[in-house]
C-alpha cells in the first residue's frame, strides 16, 4: 500500500495500521532525544533540526527507520534549545511538518522545539490545586477571551500584562478613579463565580507580533498555547510558564480554568501538520472526494477515524495533566462522533480526572459527514452520551431573549411572548429552566419533545456567550427605536431579571464576561476578528452599573446557598411546580427534597410585562405560611428583604420576588 493507492483503500489500511502507544511526538532527555510520527504510507521520514525557529535551512537532517507503523529516531544527544520538524516522501512528492504532537513551538507555531518541559513549571507548581467540583450542576462558569480581561485600560493592570496570560496573576486591580471597585483577579474573587472559560488559547494561525484582534478559532498547534499572549513569542518556553502562572492564580482564588478547544477543523487543510503528515487522512470527505464542510471553514476533522480520535484524547489529557485543566468545552461539538466524546469521557475517568468538566456545542456549521454506525455528538443524540457530559441548552438562550439571529425579535425578558410576531411562549423557558428534563410541571404538560435530557447534569444553562448579540445588545436592538447603549433603566431591569432566572434554573450556569454589568460590543454581534476597542472589557460599567453587577452576586450567592438548584438528578425537577399563568409571567416553588440547608422550599416570581399581575402559588409539598424575600427587582442576596403571608401575591411590573421558608 502507498499513498497513490484510492482514498478508499487508503483510509482502511491506514486504520488497520494505527498506533496505540502514548510516546508519539518528542521525548526528551538530556542524554537524548526520541523522535516518533505516525505515518505509515509515507515511503521516508526525516527528522530536519533547525539552530533557530526562523531558520530557512536545516543544520542537520537525520533519516527515520519505520517501526511498527511509527517513524522514529533517537539522537543521543542534549538538543535542547533546537527547533525541529519532519519531512515525509508521498507518492514521490516531498512534504515538511511541524510535529502535530508538538510540546513547544517557536515563532507563529511554524517549527516545533527542543525543551526541557520541567523548566516551565513556576514554582509551587507541583503543589497547585483547585478543589474541582464532583459534578457541573454545582459549575458557574465565566466566559473570557485573554485579551479581553486586560487590554482596557480604564483598570490597574500592569502594563506589560494587558493582553496577556500574566493579567491574570495581578492582584489588587481596581477601576481607576474608584479603587474600592476591584477589577480583574480580584474582581472574580468578589464575584463568586468559580469557573472560568478560556475561549482558544492553544497555538493558532496568525502573526504572534502583530496586534490584529482574532477570537482564536483558526488552529494550528493544538498541543502549545498561543505565543501571542505571552511576553515573549519567540521564546518557546514562555508562553508554557506563562499559561501555567495564569492557572495557578486562578486556582489560588479558588477559580477552575476550562480551556475551548476547536478540533472541529483547521485552520487551513492543503498546508496542515495533519494533511502533510498523513494525506486525506484526518479529514472527512464528502463521497465524490471533496472535503466536507460542517464548520463552515472549508473543512471538517475525522474525529471517528482511530488515530484523529486518539489525537483528540491524547492531546485533551495532556492539557489536563501538563497544564492542570480543570474544564473542556468542544466548539461546534456536533461535528465529532458520539463514540469519540464518551471514549473520552471514560479515558479521564479511568486516569483520575472524572472531576473535569466536559461540554460542548450540540449543533455545526453546515451539513455533517458523519455516517451510520457513527453518530454526531449534538443534541439529537444526547441520549447516548455517558454522565459527564453536557451541552448547551440554546433553547433557555433564545426562549429568555429572543431568538440570536433575528436581532429585533424578544422573548420573556422583553415582554414579547404570545404577541403576533413571537417565535417563542413562556412554557418554552419553562421546559429550559428545568433543563428541558421534564414534561409535567405541575397541574399542565409540556410537549413531549421538550423533554430531551436525561438529567440536568447534560445540559449548561444560558443566556450570552461570545456569539451573537451580548445580552444587554440584544435588548437594545429588541427594545429601543434607536440604539443606545449607555445606562438605560428598563433594559438594567430586563438584565436583572435574567440573572434570576439563570441562577434558579437547573443545570449547570454559563454567561458570557460582563454580562453581569451590561457588556456592550455596540451591536457588533460577530467581533471575531474586530478591534480591541469593541471586545474589550469597559471595567468602568462595573461601577457605573455596580447595582446589577450586586444583582448578580446575590444570585451567585443565592444559587450556592440552595442546594436544589444544583441538584444533578431529577429529584428537584420532579418536584418543581409551576402555576398556570398568563404569557410572560413565571410562578415556581422548589422544595427542598436533598434536606441541604436551612431552607424547605424556594419561591420564584417574575412578571415582565408592564402592568401587575396576581399569583398564587402551589405545590404538591406542603406551602408554608410565611416566606422571606430574599431578592426583589431591585436586589438580590442572603439578606432578608421582608417578608409575605400567604401563597396568593400582587407581582409589579419587570419585578421578580425570591423567597424562602
Not at 504510507?41 to 526525516?46: S, T
Request: aromatic fraction near 12%; proline fraction near 4%.
Amino acid at each position: 500500500m502507498n499513498s497513490s493507492q484510492p482514498l478508499e483503500k487508503r483510509i482502511p489500511y491506514l486504520e488497520d495500521n494505527r498506533y496505540s502507544q502514548d510516546d508519539l511526538g518528542l521525548t526528551y532527555t538530556a542524554a537524548s532525544s526520541t523522535f516518533k510520527v505516525w505515518s505509515p504510507l509515507a515511503e521516508q521520514a526525516w527528522v530536519n533540526l533547525y539552530d533557530s525557529a526562523d531558520a530557512d535551512t536545516s543544520s542537520r537532517q537525520i533519516e527515520m527507520s519505520l517501526e511498527d507503523t511509527v517513524w522514529e529516531l533517537t539522537v543521543n544527544e542534549d538538543l535542547k534549545g533546537l527547533f525541529y520538524t519532519y519531512s515525509f516522501i508521498h507518492d514521490g512528492v516531498e512534504t515538511e511538518a511541524a510535529d502535530i504532537y508538538s510540546r513547544a513551538v517557536g515563532l507563529n507555531g511554524n517549527k516545533s522545539a527542543v525543551i526541557d518541559l520541567a523548566e516551565t513549571d513556576p514554582e509551587g507548581w507541583s503543589e497547585d490545586h483547585f478543589e474541582r467540583v464532583s459534578r457541573i450542576t454545582d459549575a458557574m462558569i465565566w466566559e473570557i477571551h485573554i485579551e479581553d480581561f486586560s487590554s482596557d485600560e480604564s483598570a490597574t493592570f500592569k502594563k506589560e500584562h494587558r493582553g496577556k496570560y500574566q493579567a491574570f496573576t495581578d492582584d489588587q486591580v481596581h477601576v481607576f478613579d474608584h479603587p474600592d471597585q476591584p477589577a480583574g483577579l480580584a474582581y472574580l474573587s468578589e464575584l463568586g463565580i468559580n469557573y472560568v472559560h478560556l475561549l482558544p488559547a492553544f497555538d493558532y494561525e496568525n502573526d504572534e507580533t502583530s496586534p490584529a484582534y482574532n477570537w482564536g478559532y483558526d488552529p494550528k498547534n493544538y498541543m502549545v498555547p498561543e505565543g501571542k499572549y505571552s511576553s515573549d513569542p519567540a521564546d518557546p518556553l514562555s508562553r508554557i510558564r506563562e499559561f501555567k502562572e495564569m492557572v495557578a492564580s486562578l486556582h489560588k482564588k479558588g477559580i477552575g480554568v476550562v480551556l475551548d478547544v476547536v478540533y472541529n477543523h483547521t485552520f487551513t487543510f492543503d498546508d496542515s501538520w495533519f494533511q502533510l503528515t498523513v494525506p486525506d487522512y484526518y479529514y472527512r470527505q464528502e463521497s465524490d472526494g471533496s472535503l466536507s464542510n460542517g464548520s463552515g471553514c472549508g473543512n471538517e476533522t475525522a474525529s471517528e477515524r482511530k488515530m484523529m480520535r486518539k489525537y483528540i484524547i491524547d492531546s485533551i489529557v495532556y492539557w489536563v495533566e501538563e497544564y492542570h485543566i480543570d474544564g473542556i468545552r468542544f466548539d461546534l461539538m456536533g461535528l465529532h462522533d458520539v463514540d469519540t466524546i464518551n471514549k473520552l469521557r471514560r479515558t479521564l475517568n479511568e486516569k483520575g480526572h472524572s472531576d473535569v468538566i466536559l461540554y460542548g456545542e450540540p449543533w455545526n456549521a453546515g451539513s455533517v459527514a458523519i455516517y451510520e454506525p457513527n453518530k454526531p455528538a449534538d443534541k439529537y443524540h444526547i441520549g447516548d452520551f455517558e454522565d459527564g457530559i453536557a451541552i448547551f441548552n440554546d433553547e433557555f438562550r433564545d426562549a429568555v431573549k429572543g431568538p440570536v439571529f433575528e436581532a429585533d425579535k424578544g422573548g420573556f425578558l422583553q415582554g414579547a411572548n404570545g404577541h403576533e410576531d413571537s417565535a417563542y411562549a413562556t412554557n418554552d423557558l419553562i421546559a429550559s429552566i428545568l433543563a428541558n428534563t421534564q414534561s409535567d410541571v405541575g397541574r399542565f404538560r409540556l410537549p413531549d419533545e421538550k423533554q430531551w435530557a436525561r438529567n440536568p447534569s447534560q445540559v449548561v444553562t444560558y443566556a450570552s456567550a461570545h456569539d451573537n448579540l451580548t445580552l444587554y445588545d440584544k435588548l437594545v436592538a429588541s427594545t429601543l427605536k434607536k440604539p443606545a447603549y449607555e445606562r438605560n433603566l428598563d433594559l438594567i431591569q430586563m438584565n436583572k431579571l435574567n440573572a434570576a432566572l439563570l441562577y434558579t434554573s437547573l443545570g449547570g450556569v454559563f454567561m458570557q464576561a460582563g454580562e453581569e454589568w451590561g457588556r456592550t460590543k455596540y451591536g457588533d454581534d460577530n467581533s471575531f476578528r474586530s478591534s480591541i476597542d469593541i471586545n474589550l472589557l469597559d471595567w468602568t460599567r462595573t461601577y457605573e452599573h455596580i447595582d446589577l453587577v450586586n444583582y448578580y452576586k446575590g444570585m451567585i450567592a443565592i444559587r450556592k446557598a440552595y442546594a436544589p438548584l444544583r441538584d444533578d438528578t431529577n429529584q428537584t425537577g420532579d418536584a418543581v411546580f409551576f402555576s398556570q399563568l398568563r404569557e410572560n409571567l413565571l410562578a415556581y416553588t422548589i422544595p427542598n427534597t436533598t434536606g441541604e440547608g436551612a431552607w424547605s422550599m424556594m419561591a420564584v416570581v417574575v412578571n415582565s410585562n408592564q402592568q401587575p399581575d396576581r399569583v398564587e402559588l402551589k405545590s404538591s409539598y406542603p406551602l408554608p405560611k410565611e416566606r422571606t424575600i430574599i431578592a426583589n427587582r431591585h436586589t438580590a442576596g442572603l439578606d432578608p428583604l421582608g417578608t409575605i403571608t400567604g401563597n396568593k401575591l400582587i407581582i409589579n411590573p419587570r419585578e421578580v420576588l425570591i423567597l424562602v421558608s
